[in-house]
């Protein structure tokens, strides 16, 4: 069992900067898939960042539309992923949940939110103009 605990959202104006943090509880962590993802009310999930386990040296995948604004990382001795926001925008306005998964080994990244097992309550970030 995995229990994710995201923090850091809030309200920002376009252009800031927010670092939303994750903590997980469990044994998985540092063999954990660790994704971040967001939704809008009436949308379905989308797939924001994710980073893969140590053992597969942390390869990174991310959403075109956040190339460039945003970087993943993790700590393993604090099972903490993080998701660094630089250059906000209005459209970055969502609640962003954090996922994660030990079923996946190697570099793949899953980018599809049936693909994570366990999730975070998610945290609001508002983009104001």
């Known amino acids: 069992q995995v229990q994710l605990v995201e923090s850091g959202g809030g309200l920002v104006q376009a252009g800031g900067s927010l670092r939303l943090s994750c903590g997980a509880s469990?044994?998985?962590?540092?063999?954990?898939?660790m994704g971040w993802f967001r939704q809008t009310p009436g949308k379905e999930r989308e797939f924001v960042a994710a980073?893969?386990?140590?053992?597969?040296?942390?390869?990174?995948d991310y959403a075109d539309s956040v190339k460039g604004r945003f970087t993943i990382s993790r700590d393993n001795g604090e099972n903490t992923v993080y998701l660094q926001m630089n250059s906000l925008k209005r459209e970055d306005t969502a609640v962003y949940y954090c996922?994660?998964?030990?079923?996946?080994?190697?570099?793949?990244?899953?980018?599809?939110?049936?693909?994570?097992?366990?999730w975070g309550q998610g945290t609001q970030v508002t983009v104001s103009s």
């Open positions: 469990g044994r998985t962590f540092s063999s954990s898939v």
């Open positions: 996922a994660a998964d030990s079923t996946y080994g190697g570099t793949w990244i899953p980018t599809v939110s049936v693909a994570y097992r366990y």
């Open positions: 980073i893969t386990s140590s053992s597969a040296i942390g390869n990174v």
